[in-house]
């Protein structure tokens, strides 16, 4: 597979950029153009005040505030807050007039009508779970971009041909419950729902009972079979990098998703009294563990920089100063934009960690694979047309991050919209976009999410 995004890029957008015009397959889905009238009254309509306002509220929902000051939040997937989040959502697009409903995996989507209802959505959204040192744009910014977009329509009389509808997607950061995206995998039939069941967070309790829960305490809301093929899927959200912000730019076209996989390494070891057992009688699985990372740096030796490996976690056990490690389970993060990259050197982790050791054993478990996504032409020139239409600077980027959008790809034209974030952070208390940019980012949606539902 070809890298994702390189050739775009360095490639602008926007004023005077070339119309690039997809596959057979693709042409269709965003034929009918909305240049101005119904389109330019609903982009009107956006409310910065309205989305800014409604993004501090979702902060507080799980919020907390950083010896240093920064308002960040912690609100994990399948919980009290979760759920406190949802029921704010769903209350504002109730009164927006956009029906409700639930799926098996607990995706929630928001659904404005269509003037055909029996027409495939056009689909957008994102997430609502945090990162346990998380903040207050990472997901939610997408969600309710969306929403903004329904109220935009409601707000300006129009009634696109193709229902639109937003989704808040299930557990995508795998904060509590790792890998993340389970609710767009189980959507897009990329694994069965089963297949996370026994997940479980750091108290021990099991994914599928978490799901019941949230499931029965959501019994009042409308139930969806799980998965369709919408028309086309499109998710705003925070760059979480720091091109845009740099370069000046309002808008990024996300061109496609490095891709990402994860591992799980166990060493295993004997525990010894610390004091009395000589080195060379130990099986210290902190050695062992510290050789295996060694050598794992060599292998993803990258001099481009491209390459992302991260080792993020270490749990030791038991974890005393004055007893030999037993065991030590570490994490691996390893990320390319090439899969002929991704792949080889993914494979050859269990051989080098198994190489490494010294009198321990390892086993070596892959718990999440997301190959590079490459969007194709169809999504990223809806979006850049509407970038484009509204004078907002924009370029085409790849995404370093993974994102549900990534298993969409397989099952309908899909696309992403970036908005700058100060510094490129997230992932942390001091994330944050300007109202501003946040606002930019929510007419992009609402002009690109009408012109591939096929205007009014
Ligand atoms: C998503 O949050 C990621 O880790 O890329
Ligand atoms: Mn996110
Ligand atoms: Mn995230």
């Given at each position: 597979m070809a890298r994702i995004g390189q050739a775009d890029a360095e490639r602008p957008v926007g004023k005077g950029a070339r119309m690039v015009h997809g596959p057979a397959e693709d042409r269709g889905v965003g034929d009918r153009r909305m240049a101005g009238g119904a389109a330019a009254d609903a982009v009107a309509a956006v409310s910065e005040g309205r989305l800014w306002d409604r993004l501090m509220a979702m902060a507080r929902i799980g919020g907390f505030t950083t010896e240093e000051g920064h308002e960040g939040v912690n609100r994990p997937c399948l919980t009290p807050l979760d759920r406190e989040a949802r029921r704010l959502l769903i209350g504002w697009a109730q009164a927006a007039g956009a029906s409700v409903s639930v799926d098996p995996a607990a995706n929630l989507f928001l659904r404005w009508e269509g003037a055909d209802p029996s027409l495939a959505p056009v689909l957008t959204g994102s997430h609502m779970d945090t990162q346990p040192q998380g903040g207050r744009f990472d997901g939610i910014y997408g969600v309710l971009a969306g929403l903004e977009a329904i109220?935009?329509?409601?707000?300006?009389?129009?009634?696109?041909?193709?229902?639109?509808?937003?989704?808040?997607?299930?557990?995508?950061?795998?904060?509590?419950?790792?890998?993340?995206?389970?609710?767009?995998?189980?959507?897009a039939g990329f694994k069965p729902m089963s297949a996370f069941d026994d997940l479980v967070d750091a108290e021990g309790v099991r994914y599928a009972d978490a799901l019941a829960a949230q499931l029965a305490e959501e019994a009042d809301l409308p139930r969806r079979p799980l998965g369709y093929v919408p028309h086309a899927y499109v998710e705003a959200h925070i760059e979480q990098g720091p091109r845009l912000e740099a370069e000046g730019q309002d808008i990024g076209v996300v061109t496609g998703i490095q891709g990402s996989r994860w591992f799980t390494v166990t060493v295993e070891g004997r525990t010894d009294h610390a004091g009395t057992t000589p080195l060379s009688l130990r099986k210290d699985a902190v050695q062992d563990a510290l050789r295996a990372i060694a050598a794992l740096n060599a292998l993803m030796h990258d001099p481009t920089?491209?390459?992302?490996?991260?080792?993020?976690?270490?749990?030791?056990?038991?974890?005393?100063?004055?007893?030999?490690?037993?065991?030590?389970?570490?994490?691996?993060?390893?990320?390319?934009?090439?899969?002929?990259?991704?792949?080889?050197?993914?494979?050859?982790?269990?051989?080098?960690?198994?190489?490494?050791?010294?009198?321990?054993?390892?086993r070596v478990h892959e718990r999440f694979t997301a190959w590079p996504a490459d969007f194709g032409p169809t999504v990223p020139e809806a979006v850049a047309r509407a970038a484009a239409s509204q004078g907002l600077k924009a370029i085409r980027l790849p995404s370093g991050a993974f994102h549900d959008a990534q298993f969409l790809v397989p099952v309908c034209p899909t696309g992403m919209i970036f908005i700058p974030c100060r510094g490129g952070v997230s992932h942390h208390p001091s994330e944050y976009a300007e109202p501003r940019a946040c606002a930019n980012g929510a007419r992009v949606l609402t002009e690109a999410v009408l012109e591939l539902a096929g205007g009014p």
């Open positions: 109220e935009a329509m409601a707000a300006s009389g129009v009634r696109p041909q193709r229902p639109v509808e937003v989704v808040a997607w299930t557990n995508e950061e795998g904060g509590r419950f790792a890998p993340g995206c389970t609710g767009s995998m189980s959507f920089d491209v390459l992302r490996f991260t080792v993020g976690s270490i749990a030791v056990e038991p974890g005393t100063s004055n007893s030999v490690a037993r065991r030590v389970v570490f994490t691996i993060d390893f990320r390319h934009p090439d899969e002929a990259v991704l792949r080889p050197r993914g494979d050859a982790i269990a051989g080098v960690v198994q190489a490494a050791l010294k009198a321990c054993t390892a």
